[in-house]
């Protein structure tokens, strides 16, 4: 590879990284933003479960559902997007290697 070819691939996986990453970020907050919108759903449901039936037992097994289906999501939604993010910094550090030796021309052939 000469300079200039890898140049332009620096440059390409640079805006393929940094897209990456922003739709990482977006993905982690709209992950966040369902979670809150389920988990008011489900204490919601568990408090008129609670009230109107005057069941508290049946209230509380919906609460603690809603809060196991919550944590789970978010460990998922966590794995995923930061795994995404931690792609992204591998991509820019191995993109600092080749640019340092190119600057050196000590790129192996």
């Avoid at 000469?2 to 393929?16: H, Q």
């Avoid at 097994?61 to 591998?90: D, E, P, Q, R």
Wanted: glycine residues 8%; neutral net charge.
């Amino acid at each position: 590879m000469n300079a200039n070819e890898i140049a332009e691939l620096s440059k390409m996986s640079r805006e393929d990284g940094k897209r990456l990453f922003e739709v990482s970020h977006i993905i982690y907050q709209i992950c966040i933003i369902f979670l809150c919108i389920f988990g008011l759903a489900g204490l919601c449901i568990s408090i008129a479960v609670a009230t109107n039936y005057n069941n508290v037992g049946v209230g509380f097994l919906i609460f603690s559902g809603t809060l196991f289906l919550c944590f789970l999501c978010y460990v998922i939604g966590v794995l995923a997007t930061h795994t995404g993010k931690v792609a992204v910094h591998n991509l820019f550090a191995n993109l600092a290697i080749i640019e340092h030796l190119n600057a050196k021309n000590n790129i192996p052939k």
